[in-house]
């Protein structure tokens, strides 16, 4: 019989909870924080911390009940324990811990960049070995993966990861946070079309880089006159157009990034069968459908969750502690949250 598992993600901004059961996904509850958060053009950890506090009985409550899968009969709790804001992550884990003692169940803690890299499998039967891109406002990491919870890391980031290069270069322009589905709007309207050719800066082999990207835009602007470096506003020429054209240049420039990287790792590792994309940033639709091309075009399946599994949601935690727990690997009370790296 197949354990029913109960997820709990509170790693950065959204309260989430949901169950997995008969494998599949009975439930999947999100609070997002983003409003809470856009006042200040980014998440402020101690406003997350108390914010999943006040929410995360109600969250899991809800997922319980929509799954009509009652805490009794919960076999297994699963929590996101690492990486993430320490405080975001204590409360999660700290809710789970106690949960799961007062029912006597098993807590498996899980790696959230793992719950992204398995998201695909909420939906598809992804074949091993495949190349997984995750990009996200906290990470950008490309994975050979080769089952379930074995893989390597091909490359990563070397400093901001994408969607934080999206979320940093909207705030420069004075555009809302989160960055990258309003970047994606605006580059619409103008077609994606690449204005201003920004530097597709490229790391080393596999890893990324995307920090010079948003010194390059800012200096960019100020060579135009567009931004002014002493009072650190936009001047009073920039227009929505110009917005707009900035935001599809920076979207394309992105994706030309990981355009590139996926050809490399392909070329690399030809033994992969497929190429999946995952966390927030495969929200977007230009960047998807451009992977998806890369990876027909190398003969390589092409796999991406639906929107709702590539931003945090618990319902990846849920699925991975599910494997977790067929392959006997199970966490204890003493579960505390590890450091980011
Ligand atoms: O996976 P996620 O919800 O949280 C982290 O683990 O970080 O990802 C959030 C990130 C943000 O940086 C946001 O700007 C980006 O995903 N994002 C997008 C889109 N939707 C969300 N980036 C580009 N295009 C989008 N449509
Ligand atoms: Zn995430």
Same mark, same amino acid.
């Given at each position: 019989?197949?354990?029913?598992?109960?997820?709990?993600?509170?790693?950065?901004?959204?309260?989430?909870?949901?169950?997995?059961?008969?494998?599949?996904?009975?439930?999947?509850?999100?609070?997002?924080?983003?409003?809470?958060?856009?006042?200040?053009?980014?998440?402020?950890?101690? #406003?997350?911390?108390?914010?999943?506090?006040?929410?995360?009985?109600? #969250?899991?409550?809800?997922?319980?009940?929509?799954?009509?899968?009652?805490?009794?009969?919960?076999?297994?709790?699963?929590?996101?324990?690492?990486?993430?804001?320490?405080?975001?992550?204590?409360?999660?884990?700290?809710?789970?811990?106690?949960?799961?003692?007062?029912?006597?169940?098993? #807590?498996?803690?899980?790696?959230?960049?793992? *719950?992204?890299?398995?998201?695909?499998?909420?939906?598809?039967?992804?074949?091993?070995?495949?190349?997984?891109?995750?990009?996200?406002?906290?990470?950008?990491?490309?994975?050979? #993966?080769?089952?379930?919870?074995?893989?390597?890391?091909? *490359?990563?980031?070397?400093?901001?990861?994408?969607?934080?290069?999206?979320?940093?270069?909207?705030?420069?322009?004075?555009?809302?946070?989160?960055?990258?589905?309003?970047?994606?709007?605006?580059?619409?309207?103008?077609?994606?079309?690449?204005?201003?050719?920004?530097?597709?800066?490229?790391?080393?082999?596999?890893?990324?880089?995307?920090?010079?990207?948003?010194?390059?835009?800012?200096?960019?602007?100020?060579?135009?006159?567009?931004?002014?470096?002493?009072?650190?506003?936009?001047?009073?020429?920039?227009?929505?157009?110009?917005?707009?054209?900035?935001?599809?240049?920076?979207?394309?420039?992105?994706?030309?990034?990981?355009?590139?990287?996926?050809?490399?790792?392909?070329?690399?590792?030809?033994?992969?069968?497929?190429?999946?994309?995952?966390?927030?940033?495969?929200?977007?639709?230009?960047?998807?459908?451009?992977?998806?091309?890369?990876?027909?075009?190398?003969?390589?399946?092409?796999?991406?969750?639906?929107?709702?599994?590539?931003?945090?949601?618990?319902?990846?935690?849920?699925?991975?502690?599910?494997?977790?727990?067929?392959? *006997?690997?199970?966490?204890?009370?003493?579960?505390?949250?590890?450091?980011?790296?």
């Amino acid at each position: 019989m197949n354990p029913s598992i109960l997820g709990i993600e509170t790693s950065c901004d959204e309260t989430a909870a949901a169950v997995y059961a008969n494998n599949k996904i009975q439930s999947n509850i999100i609070f997002s924080q983003v409003d809470l958060h856009q006042l200040y053009g980014g998440v402020v950890p101690e #406003i997350a911390s108390r914010s999943h506090i006040e929410k995360i009985n109600t #969250i899991v409550a809800q997922a319980l009940a929509q799954s009509k899968i009652g805490l009794n009969e919960i076999d297994i709790v699963a929590v996101t324990n690492r990486p993430g804001l320490p405080g975001s992550l204590l409360i999660g884990v700290c809710f789970a811990k106690a949960l799961a003692w007062v029912k006597k169940k098993p #807590i498996i803690g899980i790696d959230h960049l793992e *719950g992204h890299a398995f998201s695909t499998f909420l939906e598809y039967d992804v074949p091993f070995p495949h190349l997984c891109l995750t990009a996200s406002g906290g990470h950008t990491s490309l994975y050979l #993966i080769h089952d379930f919870g074995k893989y390597d890391v091909l *490359g990563t980031t070397l400093d901001d990861a994408a969607g934080e290069a999206f979320d940093k270069i909207a705030k420069l322009i004075n555009l809302p946070y989160p960055g990258g589905p309003i970047i994606e709007k605006l580059a619409k309207k103008v077609n994606f079309e690449d204005f201003f050719h920004y530097p597709r800066s490229m790391g080393n082999q596999l890893d990324f880089s995307f920090s010079g990207l948003k010194t390059a835009i800012l200096y960019d602007l100020v060579k135009k006159n567009l931004y002014n470096l002493s009072t650190k506003k936009l001047s009073p020429n920039m227009s929505e157009n110009i917005k707009e054209q900035i935001a599809s240049s920076l979207l394309v420039c992105i994706n030309d990034i990981f355009i590139q990287k996926i050809e490399l790792a392909i070329k690399q590792f030809p033994q992969v069968r497929a190429v999946t994309f995952v966390g927030g940033v495969a929200s977007n639709k230009f960047v998807k459908e451009n992977i998806q091309k890369i990876a027909e075009k190398n003969n390589k399946l092409f796999f991406s969750p639906s929107s709702q599994y590539c931003t945090d949601n618990a319902a990846m935690i849920a699925f991975v502690g599910s494997y977790k727990a067929k392959q *006997g690997i199970f966490s204890d009370y003493n579960l505390d949250i590890l450091k980011n790296e």
